[in-house]
């Protein structure tokens, strides 16, 4: 029965200042990553382009340095989405579905809601917004001055966590998104231009 049971029961619900996640994590206006996507032994790598729209919208695009995309995926500020173009061996509900709730994860979609819930564990904040039938998990450490990743779970367990890598200050250097249910991972690491 033990297995049942989540395992944000056992972290400690906490108060701590309602909008810190307003100031911290990623203000991505025009970024450029190197990005490597492998799954289910299948591995893409190419360039993974973030920038806002002068229409306050959010496109990602992935392509391969040649130009030749993979996904262009447009998100609206009051969570529409849409997808603009896709490979076609990459156009599957499934798929679509966990590319955008990795990137409406990594975007902080909720940011400037309050947080439903906020637990603590080791040495960390959980700050918790709900998906539908998902949760997600925004971790920050216990003063709330730096965002450290992100989780998209279901009731019971972490499905997706995000790792936020800093070498400095302002958006991450290195990006980490990996599934647990399943072999699907993407990392990015930011270009210089």
């Given at each position: 029965m033990s297995s049942c049971r989540s395992i944000y029961n056992s972290y400690t619900p906490v108060s701590a200042k309602e909008n810190c996640l307003m100031e911290l994590g990623p203000h991505f206006q025009n970024e450029l990553y190197k990005a490597q996507v492998d799954i289910t032994g299948r591995s893409l790598g190419g360039l993974l382009l973030i920038k806002k729209m002068p229409d306050t919208s959010t496109r990602i695009v992935f392509s391969t340095e040649m130009g030749v995309k993979f996904f262009d995926f447009e998100f609206r500020e009051n969570g529409e989405f849409k997808v603009v173009a896709i490979l076609k061996k990459l156009n599957r509900k499934p798929v679509i579905s966990a590319l955008r709730q990795d990137f409406e994860?990594?975007?902080?979609?909720?940011?400037?809601?309050?947080?439903?819930?906020?637990?603590?564990?080791?040495?960390?904040?959980?700050?918790?917004?709900?998906?539908?039938?998902?949760?997600?998990?925004?971790?920050?450490?216990?003063?709330?001055?730096?965002?450290?990743?992100?989780?998209?779970?279901?009731?019971?367990?972490?499905?997706?966590?995000?790792?936020?890598?800093?070498?400095?200050?302002?958006?991450?250097d290195s990006?980490?998104?990996?599934?647990?249910?399943?072999?699907?991972?993407?990392?990015?690491?930011?270009?210089?231009?």
């Open positions: 994860i990594l975007l902080m979609q909720e940011r400037g809601k309050i947080p439903e819930r906020i637990l603590e564990h080791g040495n960390y904040l959980y700050h918790g917004y709900s998906k539908g039938k998902k949760q997600a998990w925004y971790l920050t450490d216990k003063n709330c001055q730096h965002l450290v990743g992100a989780e998209l779970s279901s009731t019971r367990k972490p499905l997706v966590r995000l790792n936020y890598f800093y070498r400095g200050i302002g958006n991450p990006i980490q998104i990996r599934h647990l249910n399943f072999s699907f991972n993407i990392a990015l690491k930011k270009l210089e231009r």
